[in-house]
């Protein structure tokens, strides 16, 4: 579970709601409503990394939660609203507000993207250490690079003492 579906989930309990009354409520949200599946999976943590906002805000309307607390549970600052450009943008043709419109939505996309670092963590990916301590992973340094050949020693490594017969002997 992520801390946003935590969160879904803590309210829910809280007000004894199931996905199908949160479904049945956002009817009457002013954002438009979402399915129980949708609740389910926000619910579950089966949810986009980087939550729909129209989603968060039926949420919020909901289930009683401010849409500061959901964003920032999603690992996400809340938006600082609509944006008015300045009065110069009169000015432009029609080509060059499609292209200032595809500017703000590629800014707005790669600043959404940018504040999910590190992305929100799910309970299923936290790992415990192996017993004993540190976790041995086999890799092909473990093993000899052609059959009887050990790799060539590292700079770490203690001097090795030949095995063999020597040319003074």
Known sequence: MTALSRLVAERMAFREMTDRDVAKSSSRSPHGSISHGTVGNYRTGRHPVVPDERVLRVLSWTLDISLAELYRAAGLREPLGEWTPPPEAQWLSREQ??????LIRMLATTAVEEEVVPPPRRDSELLEPAKGGV?????????????????????????????GPTQNS
């Open 97 to 102: 507000r499609d292209l200032v419109g595809k």
């Open 135 to 163: 976790e041995h992973h086999e890799t092909d340094l473990d093993t000899p690079t052609d059959a009887g050949q050990s790799l060539p020693p590292g700079p770490d490594d203690p001097p090795r003492l030949p095995t």
